[in-house]
């Protein structure tokens, strides 16, 4: 154990330093699961289950003229493994690999994601090809008027989400290892550089504004049919209107709170 943290933190002092590692004490029990009859079965994989929340506090801002919509976007792990991804350096690249662990907290099998890339605005690194926002029209089969570029995410605990989670393990997400541990919620709120739809010249309406998780399906699951989540809009851009009218699915009072509450940091 020693030594596996003396290895990574000199290969992250090489990019960032070895204050953004997790601390000791913040780190996760190297058993995973919430059944105990698991823990005896060395070669059982835990996989993450993530599960994509309604994107909130959906407002309208006008910025020179064009209206645009923002809000507040969120992934829980609801699942017995983390989703982690670590990077490694590949010629001018660094490559993102996700890390499949078993009972013991052993990786024992890995899939290549993409790439980390630097973000400009947010001035961090980030896994690519996380998440995508659509606003659909009239229904969530109807035209999609306004998409995003596949959304790159820089992945860490950031609020708890349930009854049942683990130590916050990954505290800020460094240059070369990312995730969200069982029972954490990532949020990215709606101050955020990319949290944003332009909905110049669209007609007053119903819209779906959905947050899709994993678009391109490259990421180890234990379901993917709970990776879609969205929000009926009335809106309304020439008046400066938008309400919402339904979700796919309501959070517990608790939950909503702390994604409500939570601050975005100054680093991101």
Wanted: glycine share 6%; charged share 20%.
């Amino acid at each position: 154990m020693k030594s596996r943290m003396l290895y990574a933190c000199l290969g992250t002092l090489l990019i960032i330093g070895c204050s953004d590692l997790p601390n000791e004490a913040a780190r996760p029990p190297r058993v995973f699961g919430t059944d105990r009859r698991l823990t005896q079965q060395a070669n059982t994989n835990f996989y993450p289950d993530m599960l994509a929340l309604p994107p909130q506090s959906v407002y309208l801002q006008v910025q020179d003229g064009r209206p645009t919509i923002r809000f507040t976007t969120s992934m829980a792990n609801i699942g017995n493994g983390p989703l982690q991804v670590r990077a490694r350096p590949e010629g001018d690249r660094t490559i993102s690999t996700q890390e499949i662990l078993d009972t013991r907290g052993n990786v024992v099998e890995t899939a290549p994601t993409g790439v980390f890339e630097r973000h400009p605005e947010h001035n961090h690194f980030h896994v690519d090809q996380v998440s995508r926002y659509e606003l659909r029209q009239g229904s969530l089969t109807g035209p999609i008027v306004a998409l995003s570029a596949k959304v790159s995410f820089c992945l860490e605990d950031t609020v708890t989400y349930g009854n049942r989670s683990y130590g916050r393990f990954y505290q800020q997400c460094t240059a070369t290892l990312q995730g969200i541990s069982p029972g954490w919620c990532d949020v990215y709120k709606s101050d955020v550089p990319g949290q944003e739809l332009s909905v110049a010249n669209l007609p007053r309406g119903e819209y779906y504004l959905v947050n899709l998780y994993d678009p391109s399906n490259k990421f180890r699951d234990a379901d993917r049919s709970n990776h879609t989540a969205w929000v009926r809009l009335e809106l309304d851009p020439q008046q400066s209107f938008v309400r919402t009218v339904q979700e796919s699915m309501q959070m517990a009072s608790e939950d909503a709170n702390r994604l409500r509450n939570h601050e975005t940091p100054s680093w991101r």
